[in-house]
């Protein structure tokens, strides 16, 4: 029961990055060309390992 409890948190966590990290696309692209990178890929990454991890268990 936890274990489903944890894999739904953490798909929902995911699904919740990816749809942020869109939205932030066009921010992201000016952030870009002033010379500031933003660290959503890495985040969304992260939880996609997290996510794969507790799926496989």
Known sequence: MIES???FTLFALYQTTVVVGILLLPVA???RRAGVS???GRLIE???AAYDDADSN
């Open 29 to 31: 692209v000016l952030a």
């Open 46 to 48: 992260t939880l996609e």
């Open 38 to 40: 933003l660290p959503v």
């Open 5 to 7: 409890l944890r894999r």
